[in-house]
């Protein structure tokens, strides 16, 4: 419906009042209370179907001595395959290898590794997907030959093409950044085209009457039209590019990187399955953390300019 | 616009993609022929083409066996979306704290998860794949359908209000048709998802007729032919899926599609 | 239908002409010292102050005033859309609230607010269906009310196939198809150009006649006001009261010849001028309502 957002806006003060929705600190405690319920279910269905577990020990001199059997036994929830929330958590503290630095810092320097890769592929994506999609906003002819194309080249499973770029660019990381960047430049060549198509055709016209060049419309007009739908599109594109980087790492070969300890991790998961929960923990993280990087320079750059997109 | 028009409009559409493919690929297929470049890394199409024909049947088990994991997944994770979406829309404060939740889960990378998986269902099982593809289209279709749910013209709510038409009703005959475009632009994102994920949790373990595993072996043989054979058959499965999207989009929501239409897109 | 009297049939000069007391019983909405204010405290916006008003059956009323009056805020307050903060709605003997549950209100926004899923006929029929007409009765009420506005051989077409016009006949079609007690109209004519403004106006006097309704407009135009109404409201903001009743003695039916009467223009003008004692010069009634820039931006969006 084109017509919504017309009518949604043109409401007076009184639907002002009704949209506010909850706090930010309910909010907060909502975020809280829904993490709580989610160790309360992983700890809950440890305990009803677990591994058996016992407390020994003495604590301000008391004997405690408790064994917990749990009733069943289910295969989801051994410690193998869901290891308690405490000893993921302890697992950052302990030394990755023998002799070797703790956890957390090995996981620290190879998710830097891939932040980095992800950064460059994410330069390399942006920079190609604004350019098509200039390129496909100013030709109908063009936009008709190629979007199909650039549609289907995301049905490429990457993983499939990922060992062909590494033994094609013998830089790694770089190879690695290729690939992140294949995944990247889509959302952004999509959300530049519909950016740059979105100018209010009145300016256009009103542009046109100044004599304007197209260069001038397109840098007057246009890509200032268009920055919401970028900067929403490079945030799908950095989650992508992380996914891109930790992808591209699998077949790399390279020993940095959080695609590497998912490997190595895997490789040794019988021995120290909290391991690789700690990893992947730390790879979402990667994600929040480059979404959230280009939320705050969403809003460094759109104070007063537009409305900033809430989500 | 009557159905002939549209028809015609459709193949004009689809004169420049086709023109695309065969410059490339006659380019591609001279270009390489001429330069002699290294075959192995990116074969001529006929090279490609000859292995689609010689590995069809092992090619045609292994499309069948991702196929099963992504839409299976696809089915799994999309039911369970629609559902939640259908819960908490109703209530401001649900989806106001879950939608944030779940657009922060959008943006990890769910594929780590996929070793998780493979312990949990074992790698042979087509369940590990079809969890992966489950969460990770959940998110998306999710968050989509609650914005269709939600973002409803105030006014066509003040007329339902006027008629005083019960919140069932109001559901039925304004927010789920108002969330019908919303909720298939997320099954187009989620199609491609899924079959990226069901061959790249592949990449983890499988069984040896799976798509994923089939190409990576390839590769590793350094039998490249093989591997884009492989690859083309997953782009396939994945276009194939968008496409069938877009057909329930041309008959679930013509007013939209024609809609769009108008608007040049 | 036929248990309202015709306007046309009825003089209009018999009924008491200038604003006072109006017994109780006769009146379809009793608005008694109705306030409403948006916000709490001392920051809150009061959009009307002490508002009184009596409508009779049959009548037509035109809601005038400059943005920010708050004729929109009124009209919502008639219809239970919202609660007034002070005072009580009265219609037809019972309270806003239970009138809407009793499905007393036929609404029409500025936005023809058709649902694009659905043909020009079945929109027509979703009162009908909300209130659980049967099948058969559903479409002969909505064909019913498709020829009224003029566009019966429309009802297989989508709403985005019609013109702006056609579109805002569909709604007023719709808000007529269960032939509710009272037509609350905001603004519908609002975003239509000038001729097909004129055109609709002669449209709703001639439904007006036929179905003898009760109507309340909200409008921005004088002329519109002048020409639909029998009596014309004119308010004034800051805050949002009612300044002057205007009774329009002009005759039924009205017609394309009745913008031409000398009377007609007398009327215009003693409207113009009230609203002007209550401006002090500032905006004044052309103005642009802030609700329209913002329309034109979200136009610029969409």
């Given amino acids: 419906m084109t017509r919504t957002a017309t009518v949604q806006l043109a409401a007076g003060p009184v639907r002002r009042s009704v949209a506010s929705g909850p706090s930010r600190r309910a909010k907060a405690i909502a975020l809280v209370g829904l993490l709580a319920a989610l160790l309360l279910v992983w700890e809950g269905a440890k305990w009803l179907g677990g591994d058996p577990w016992r407390l020994h020990g003495s604590l301000l001199g008391i004997q405690i001595d408790y064994e917990h059997v749990p009733p069943l036994q289910w295969r989801i929830a051994t410690d193998l395959a869901l290891p308690h929330v405490w000893s993921i958590i302890g697992t950052f503290a302990e030394p990755a290898q023998r002799n070797g630095p703790i956890l957390a810092q090995v996981l620290f320097g190879n998710a830097l590794f891939t932040f980095g890769e992800a950064l460059v592929g994410f330069a390399i994506g942006a920079t190609l997907g604004l350019g098509l999609g200039i390129f496909f906003s100013q030709s109908r002819t063009a936009e008709r030959a190629f979007v199909p194309y650039v549609v289907a080249s995301q049905t490429v499973p990457i993983v499939a093409i990922a060992p062909l770029v590494v033994i094609f660019l013998p830089v790694g990381w770089l190879a690695v950044a290729i690939i992140a960047a294949y995944l990247t430049f889509f959302p952004v060549t999509m959300g530049a085209l519909r950016g740059l198509r979105s100018a209010d055709p009145r300016a256009v016209e009103l542009m046109r009457s100044f004599a304007s060049s197209p260069r001038q419309i397109l840098w007057k007009l246009r890509l200032p039209a268009a920055t919401p739908y970028l900067f929403a ?7 992508a ?3 891109g980087a930790i992808i591209g790492e699998l077949p790399s070969g390279i020993p940095y990187g959080l695609g590497s300890s998912i490997l190595n991790f895997k490789q040794y998961y019988i021995s120290g399955p909290e391991k690789l929960w700690a990893t992947i923990i730390v790879a979402a993280m990667l994600g929040l953390v480059f979404v959230g990087l280009v939320r705050a320079a969403e809003s460094w750059w759109s104070r007063g300019r537009y409305r900033g997109n809430g989500t | 616009m009557t159905l002939r028009r549209q028809a ?17 690929v006659t380019l591609w297929e001279v270009v390489l022929g001429v330069l002699g470049v290294k075959q192995f890394l990116l074969p001529r199409p006929s090279v490609i083409l000859a292995a689609l024909v010689t590995e069809w049947a092992t090619l045609v088990e292994g499309l069948r066996y991702t196929a099963v994991e992504a839409i299976g997944g696809l089915a799994i994770g999309s039911v369970l979306a629609l559902v939640v979406a259908l819960a908490t829309a109703r209530w401001v404060f649900a989806r106001e704290t879950l939608v944030p939740v779940a657009i922060a889960a959008n943006s990890m990378p769910i594929i780590a998860f996929a070793p998780i998986t493979n312990n949990w269902f074992g790698s042979e099982s087509p369940a590990s794949r079809m969890t992966i593809v489950a969460v990770m289209v959940f998110f998306p279709i999710m968050v989509n359908t609650v914005r269709g749910l939600t973002m409803v013209d105030a006014s066509a ?8 038409a019960s919140d069932w009703q109001v559901l039925r005959r304004l927010r789920i048709p108002n969330a019908l475009p919303y909720v298939l632009t997320a099954f187009r994102v989620a199609t491609t998802l899924a079959v990226i994920g069901a061959v790249i949790g592949e990449y983890f373990g499988g069984p040896r007729q799976a798509l994923g595993i089939y190409i990576t072996g390839e590769a590793t043989l350094f039998r490249f032919a093989n591997a884009w054979a492989a690859i083309i058959m997953a782009c396939l499965l994945g276009m194939s899926l968008y496409l069938v999207v877009l057909l329930a989009e041309r008959t679930l929501i013509p007013w939209h599609a024609s809609g769009a239409r108008a608007d040049g897109r | 239908m036929e248990s309202w009297p015709l306007p046309g049939e009825r003089d209009v000069n018999a009924g008491p002409a200038a604003p006072g007391p109006r017994s109780r019983r006769s009146s379809v909405v009793q608005v008694d010292h109705v306030g409403k204010t948006f916000g709490d405290g001392p920051d809150g916006l009061v959009a009307l102050k002490d508002v009184d008003l009596a409508i009779e059956a049959g009548e037509f009323i035109s809601l005038i005033g400059p943005s920010g009056c708050g004729k929109s805020t009124l009209l919502r307050l008639i219809g239970d859309l919202t609660t007034p903060s002070s005072g009580t709605v009265t219609v037809n003997g019972k309270s806003a609230r239970e009138a809407r549950l009793g499905r007393e209100y036929g609404m029409v926004f500025q936005a ?7 043909t020009v006929q079945k929109n027509v029929e979703l009162p009908l269906e909300l209130m659980g007409f049967d099948k058969a009765a559903r479409e002969t009420r909505a064909r019913a009310m498709l020829d009224l506005v003029e566009l019966g051989d429309f009802g297989q077409t989508h709403p985005w196939q019609l013109s702006g016009g056609m579109q805002q006949r569909v709604a007023i079609a719709r808000a007529l198809a269960f032939d509710p007690k009272l037509l609350l109209m905001d603004e519908p004519f609002g975003a239509l150009d000038e001729m097909t403004r004129e055109r609709m106006n002669l449209e709703l006097m001639r439904i007006w006649r036929k179905t003898g309704t009760t109507i309340i407009f909200v409008t921005h135009s004088i002329p519109e006001a002048v020409f639909l109404s029998t009596r014309v409201v004119i308010m004034s903001a800051r805050p949002g009261r009612i300044t002057r009743i205007v009774d329009v003695d002009l005759p039924q039916p009205r017609t394309v010849e009745t913008r031409e009467l000398e009377r007609y223009f007398e009327h215009v003008t003693t409207v113009r001028e009230a609203l002007r004692r209550h401006e002090g010069g ?10 329209e820039i913002l329309q034109i931006r979200a136009e610029g969006l969409a």
């Fill in chain 2, 157 to 164: 709510i003040e007329l339902m209000r006027s008629y005083a």
């Fill in chain 1, 241 to 243: 590019s992380v996914v």
């Fill in chain 3, 282 to 291: 500032d905006g004044g009634e052309g103005g642009p309502d802030p609700s």
């Fill in chain 1, 233 to 239: 599109s490079f945030r799908i594109a950095a989650s």
């Fill in chain 3, 112 to 118: 023809p607010v058709l649902m694009d899923w659905r």
């Fill in chain 2, 8 to 24: 015609r409009a459709r193949s004009r559409d689809l004169i420049p993609v086709a023109v695309v493919f065969v410059v490339v």
